[in-house]
């Protein structure tokens, strides 16, 4: 039954229901709720998702305030007596990780913001049993495929696949070794030791192997570490990665290091006409670009007919693509957003043609 929205309260529009789709919480962190763009963003991907329609106007978007951030158990007792049909919001987060398990309580929808948890990790206690979160990044198979064209558009056919002992983007890593038959290529795992700032062994043993490529899938400190070794000398290689190896984070030898290297981002970019979207004010912070991809999913689910959190639900399963055991990526249009591969020239990220 919708009911108008309470005095005083905050959001987008004038409708909602008890455990409606029309009222979401997001339920961001600190660093989120600083950053205006992240509403602004999920409001903008919502008018997307639902196209010519006024049903924008039935939203009811709320966020937790300051006193609930000190308090988080105050989430909790807004559920009961105001709930909401879903979540957005980070799990790894103290409030995040309460609006997990509220939304598993209320069998409602929750869309996982933040970089997911490595399968090696113990999973958030609150996530409830058997249940994968919808993650509003690209998929590792999605990146991997990416890297894997880019590489052999470059003619290379055979990857040494970095990957430090700890750390690192082992996900991305699997992926690689899964999809690069669909590409003609062959990759070698070659694992390094995590911590250690010497890698003239490292490279010797990545020489030794015929490799004319090398993945860097580690923290990005041990990769520009690598990149002044690979400078060293030798026959030049292609240097391939995450967004860890964004020039704008090394200093000036590793920056020099890193020219011509080629990386996948790790979340979207939304494209298409509207307030913002498809601007030239460079990549968008990764929780305004999942805020957005969050938006127009919930938008385009409710415009195509899910109208109570198991159908909502059940309209995202339904765009799944690639998952595992605890994480779950949907299927975003390239016209809607899309996964922008960068080149480093002169010192900077350019996309790559």
């Not at 905050?10 to 455990?19: C, E, I, M, N």
């Not at 309209?315 to 595992?324: F, N, Q, S, T, Y």
């Not at 922008?340 to 990220?349: D, F």
Request: hydrophobic fraction near 40%; include cysteine; charge should be negative.
């Amino acid at each position: 039954s919708c009911r108008d929205v309470p005095a005083g309260s905050g959001g987008w529009g004038g409708g909602g229901a008890t455990h409606s789709v029309f009222a979401p919480e997001l339920v961001f962190e600190r660093s989120v709720n600083e950053d205006a763009r992240a509403y602004t963003w999920f409001h903008e991907g919502m008018t997307r998702g639902f196209g010519q329609g006024d049903l924008v106007r039935w939203m009811r978007v709320r966020s937790p305030g300051a006193e609930t951030a000190r308090d988080p158990r105050l989430l909790g007792q807004l559920q009961r007596t105001d709930p909401a049909g879903l979540y957005v919001g980070d799990p790894a987060g103290r409030i995040g990780a309460i609006a997990l398990a509220l939304s598993g309580s209320a069998q409602v929808p929750f869309l996982a913001l933040g970089a997911p948890t490595e399968e090696s990790v113990s999973p958030n206690p609150a996530r409830p049993p058997g249940v994968r979160l919808i993650r509003l990044s690209p998929g590792p198979q999605m990146r991997a495929r990416l890297l894997a064209g880019a590489a052999r558009a470059q003619g290379v056919h055979r990857v040494a696949l970095a990957t430090p002992g700890e750390g690192g983007d082992m996900r991305l890593a699997r992926a690689l070794l899964e999809v690069a038959s669909e590409f003609d290529l062959e990759v070698l795992p070659l694992e390094y030791t995590s911590g250690r700032r010497e890698r003239r062994d490292d490279v010797a043993r990545l020489r030794a192997s015929g490799a004319d490529a090398v993945a860097l899938l580690g923290p990005g400190e041990e990769s520009a570490d690598w990149l002044i070794a690979l400078k060293a000398g030798g026959k030049p290689l292609l240097v391939l990665g995450t967004e860890e190896l964004d020039p704008a984070g090394f200093h000036e030898q590793a920056r020099r290091a890193a020219e011509g290297a080629i990386f996948v981002r790790g979340s979207y970019t939304p494209v298409g006409a509207g307030s913002g979207v498809g601007s030239d004010e460079g990549p968008l912070p990764a929780s305004a670009a999942e805020c957005y991809v969050a938006g127009w999913l919930i938008a385009d689910a409710i415009a195509h007919g899910a109208d109570t959190p198991w159908t909502l639900e059940q309209a995202l399963e339904k765009r799944i693509v690639e998952g595992d055991a605890l994480d779950a990526w949907p299927a975003i249009p390239p016209t809607v957003a899309r996964v922008e591969m960068s080149r480093i020239r002169n010192g900077q990220a350019e996309p790559l043609p």
